[in-house]
């Protein structure tokens, strides 16, 4: 089924896009190296991109996205950068956060937002609260994220709740992802084939898509030619197809 109008997007299955599609930004600090530009103005291009990508996912209608905004890791870069990295965050959110409600687009977040600063935490969980009762889409800013961090976590709980046994799907609910479906697709840009601590739970089955591009190049186009290249694939899921059974 196609029910896209332009161009390159027309050759797209609407039937078999991704219902969630992950991204790994990375690659802002070296855009703006390239340009002679500090690396907080490749944050703040970074940021646009994000914004684009949003839009773009839902043009498409793609439910869930996830961004990996800032990690586990990312604490040890300088003050000046993880300051300039949350002020980015809080604007966007505050820019945003009215659109995303009028577009039906849940936000939350993935990892220990309690260890962000006060104002940024404030303005996030209103943020969550303002579009807790939206259900076309949901944005899932993963940040202060780690996937071993997650995965800790969980047990920990686990082991408060006093619980015995432990499946695949019961786990799956002690994680941030827990309303989520797994993502189908994970993009990282910049040409780093690395999945840093990104859902590793979550990924065991994902597609994952490399694109040489600097994040705040990132665009609509690339997009669909990841997309595409998606559609392509032969999704098996570790088992075979039906008619190589016999
Ligand atoms: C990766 O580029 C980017 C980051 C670690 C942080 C980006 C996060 C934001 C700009 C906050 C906004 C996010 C959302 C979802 C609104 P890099 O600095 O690692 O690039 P490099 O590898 O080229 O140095």
């Not at 209608?61 to 809080?90: C, H």
């Not at 969980?125 to 259900?135: F, S």
Request: glycine residues 6%; contains cysteine; hydrophobic residues 35%.
């Amino acid at each position: 089924m196609n029910i896209f109008s332009n161009k390159s997007q027309k050759l797209l299955d609407a039937n078999k896009l991704p219902h969630h599609i992950a991204f790994i930004i990375d690659g802002n600090g070296r855009w703006a190296k390239k340009k002679g530009l500090p690396r907080t103005v490749g944050h703040s291009f970074g940021v646009k991109a994000v914004a684009d990508t949003v839009q773009n996912c839902v043009n498409l209608g793609i439910k869930y996205m996830s961004f990996y905004a800032f990690s586990t890791e990312n604490w040890n870069r300088p003050q000046d950068e993880v300051d300039a990295i949350f002020e980015l965050l809080r604007d966007y959110i505050k820019q945003y956060v009215g659109d995303y409600e009028n577009k039906n687009i849940k936000v939350m977040t993935s990892g220990d937002i309690t260890k962000l600063p006060k104002d940024i935490y404030e303005t996030i969980e209103e943020a969550k609260e303002k579009t807790k009762h939206c259900t076309d889409f949901v944005l899932n800013i993963a940040l202060n994220y780690g996937g071993r961090d997650e995965i800790i976590r969980g047990i920990n709980q686990i082991i408060k709740d006093g619980v015995k046994d432990v499946s695949k799907e019961s786990f799956k609910t002690y994680l941030y992802t827990k309303n989520l479906p797994d993502p189908d697709l994970i993009v990282r840009t910049s040409g780093e084939f690395r999945t840093s601590n990104f859902m590793p739970y979550q990924a065991v089955y994902s597609e994952w898509a490399f694109p040489k591009t600097y994040w705040p190049d990132f665009n609509n186009k690339q997009l669909i030619k990841i997309l595409l290249n998606f559609q392509k694939r032969d999704r098996r899921f570790g088992a075979i197809k039906k008619e190589e059974k016999k």
